[in-house]
């Protein structure tokens, strides 16, 4: 990534100036995003709070972007937490902020989940302990409810689009069917659907 | 390499690989390597390490941590790390080097596009999967929990570590309470 610090604006093609319009992201910032990221992280909420970090605070990907990003992410092979630090370091900063991006979300977590493992045997034993964990998993729930509302409601209104979106939520969250064929039949179907009205 | 460190490597890199869909889907996959292949650990020791992983915050597959750490020690833990999240994330980085490269491409902007209502449904989707698997005791409390938390950040910018250890102490003292 040194290289690209290097160049001249004069010998950078245009498309990649206007990709990375922004000043360019330390690596520090990504990976330090994420640790935050990873932190708050309960209840499989790890999207709704990258949407809160970096679409909303950072502005290092716009809504779509972001979108893409969640999807792809829970596609490809890869714990999603770490696929979307991956994608967003990536965009920002290339391979060196993918693993930056991917560190952040890592190794806090890491060393986290070691402290628990320690002490989970000792706490386990109190039903407090139960509790609290259920309440802040709730939490983790309220988080992506709040950030699917602003994206469902940012996104292009079109009838087409809500109908999509309902049956991927309805086919893997009320009718529980794996994520990927689901993906694999609604998101062909979604993207020419948007290639025609485009027309 | 010690030969206990390669098995890790062995059992956890090609999980990686095969994990479509995020950890949740290979998790009954490591509960048959540990358990039933390996005879690393009984069913109760798996589960306590389950309960563990899902209990941290981060990705679910750092269980994969876990149960390196438990057999051998926190170089394990290292090894079994690396072994569950480089062979992903280094096809994750191939395959999405493209897509950053066009950036505005028309056909990505389609895709973006047509992918934006698939990945909304799915956000939901998820959040009604894990408030399935919570086990909430007391429903008015749960669901009263989900509407405050989704109020405040919809319209707020509250501070989401003071949110957590706001909601964790008021679940505090409802537990002393009631």
């Known amino acids: ?199 | 390499m010690d030969s206990r460190l390669w098995t890790l490597v062995l059992v956890f890199a090609p999980l990686s690989v095969m994990s479509f869909g995020g950890g949740q889907v290979i998790v009954s996959d490591i509960q048959l390597q540990t358990v039933v292949v390996h005879h690393w650990f009984s069913n109760q020791q798996f589960s306590d390490l389950f309960a563990i992983s899902r209990a941290a915050p981060g990705p679910s597959t750092l269980i994969a941590s876990l149960i390196g750490w438990q057999i051998n020690g926190y170089l394990g833990a290292i090894v079994a790390t690396l072994a569950m999240y480089v062979p992903s994330s280094t096809i994750f980085v191939l395959a999405t080097t493209m897509w950053h490269k066009h950036h505005g491409s028309p056909w990505r902007l389609a895709i973006e596009r047509g992918l934006a209502p698939v990945a909304v449904g799915l956000i939901f989707a998820s959040g009604v999967t894990v408030l399935e698997a919570i086990h909430m005791s007391n429903l008015i409390l749960g669901i009263g929990t989900v509407a405050v938390t989704t109020v405040l950040l919809y319209f707020t910018k509250i501070n989401p570590y003071l949110l957590l250890f706001s909601v964790a102490l008021f679940y505090a003292a409802v537990f002393y309470l009631l």
């Not at chain 1, 990907?61 to 829970?74: C, H, K, W």
């Not at chain 1, 992506?144 to 209104?157: Q, W």
Request: hydrophobic share 55%; glycine share 8%.
């Open chain 1, 1 to 199: 990534m040194l290289k690209e610090d290097a160049v001249t604006p004069s010998d950078v093609p245009e498309d990649f100036l206007e990709s990375n319009a922004l000043p360019q992201v330390p690596l520090w910032d990504v990976f330090t995003t994420f640790v935050r990221v990873g932190l708050t992280s309960f209840g499989g909420s790890t999207q709704a709070w990258v949407y809160r970090a970096v679409v909303e605070r950072r502005g290092w990907l716009n809504d779509e972007e972001f979108l893409a990003g969640t999807a792809v992410s829970q596609i490809l092979p890869g714990a999603n937490p770490v696929n979307i630090s991956l994608y967003v370091g990536q965009k920002v900063r290339g391979w060196a902020g993918a693993t930056a991006g991917a560190l952040g979300m890592v190794l806090p977590a890491f060393c986290v989940i070691m402290i628990m493992a320690m002490v989970y045997r000792m706490l386990a034993q109190y039903p407090l302990t139960h509790f609290l964990l259920i309440g802040v998993a709730t939490a983790g729930v309220g988080a992506t409810l709040a950030a699917g509302i602003k994206v469902a409601t940012r996104m292009e209104r079109h009838w087409v689009r809500y109908l999509v979106g309902f049956a991927a939520f309805v086919a893997v969250g009320i009718m529980h069917w794996p994520m990927v064929p689901v993906v694999s039949v609604l998101a062909p179907v979604s993207v020419l659907l948007a290639l025609r009205r485009a027309k």
